[in-house]
């Protein structure tokens, strides 16, 4: 009775042998298709645009702009209209924008641009970005504040001219800064509006030297209130302490603007002054470019 159990117990050892060898072949033949497969991955840079390294003279530093170029630029010879965008470093602001626009491109939302991103240079934004201050508060904080003026000519000699130069440019040219940036897209208003033609100011830190720039506001809508500029105004539900400058300027726009300084403002008050920048500039475009009949 001990012959038929012997003779199962070897076919099951029989079986088992089949199994592993079987198994043996099978993880063989995969892992030379994974090699054959892993072989033939090519890795290369996903490239968003240019960048454009040089010495300002005006700065006297290497400077950077980052360039995105809207999808079928090198296949024509269309002139396209700049969006500026300050924080323009490639790990800031700039590959927000740029996808915003390239996203908005492909539904016809927006009108195919370049968007030209400015580079800080490493924390260059606390000394580019602020003017001159009374305020001992605004010292401590920054203290190596005031080199607005200088940024400004760097704008207006170096960074727009070289970009001019470089691509197909329609003259339209648009500005967006936020936070210490929408102070300097403010300044830049107000003291060199010829620069641009819209103006994006995203919580912007009106509040700097006792909110001096917002006090100037009126009187300067009511001296210009014939220039053709756009200007789209945002701010979260946590921006408290400019939200005092920030109603100084919409009003000063809203009641001696029109009909050429046209201004919007929008609040969100769901956003935070870190979250706010994507929804505000998407809206800010909504507002600019309204879908034909609306």
Not at 22 to 48: H, I, N, R, W
Not at 118 to 146: C, E, L, M
Not at 242 to 248: D, I, L, S
Not at 254 to 268: I, N, T
């Amino acid at each position: 009775m001990a012959f038929p159990c012997r003779l199962q117990g070897i076919r099951i050892v029989a079986h088992l042998r089949g199994m592993r060898y079987f198994t043996a072949l099978l993880l063989l033949f995969t892992s030379g298709l994974f090699a054959q497969v892993e072989s033939a991955v090519q890795t290369t840079p996903f490239v968003l645009g240019d960048v454009l390294t040089f010495h300002s003279e005006v700065l006297d530093q290497e400077r950077v702009l980052n360039v995105y170029l809207p999808d079928g630029y090198a296949d024509s010879t269309l002139s396209y209209p700049v969006i500026y965008v300050l924080d323009g470093t490639a790990n800031e602001d700039f590959p927000h924008i740029a996808g915003l626009a390239q996203f908005m491109n492909m539904y016809d939302l927006l009108p195919k641009s370049i968007v030209v991103g400015i580079a800080n240079n490493g924390k260059s934004r606390y000394h580019d970005f602020t003017g001159a201050t009374q305020s001992d508060s605004d010292k401590v904080w920054i203290p190596a504040y005031g080199g607005s003026a200088a940024f400004i000519s760097y704008l207006e000699k170096e960074v727009e001219p070289m970009v001019q130069k470089h691509y197909r440019t329609s003259g339209h040219r648009t500005l967006i800064g936020q936070s210490l940036g929408g102070l300097l897209a403010a300044e830049v208003l107000l003291t060199k509006p010829e620069l641009f033609d819209d103006y994006m100011l995203i919580g912007p830190s009106l509040w700097w030297n006792d909110g001096a720039i917002a006090a100037g506001a009126e009187a300067w809508v009511k001296a210009n209130k014939n220039l053709h500029k756009r200007v789209f105004i945002a701010s979260a539900g946590n921006e408290g302490m400019m939200k005092k400058q920030v109603g100084q300027v919409v009003s000063a726009f809203k009641k001696y603007g029109k009909p050429s300084l046209e201004c919007w403002y929008e609040y969100f008050p769901e956003e935070t002054h870190a979250t706010l920048l994507h929804r505000a500039v998407y809206k800010g475009f909504e507002v600019l470019y309204p879908p034909a009949g609306k």
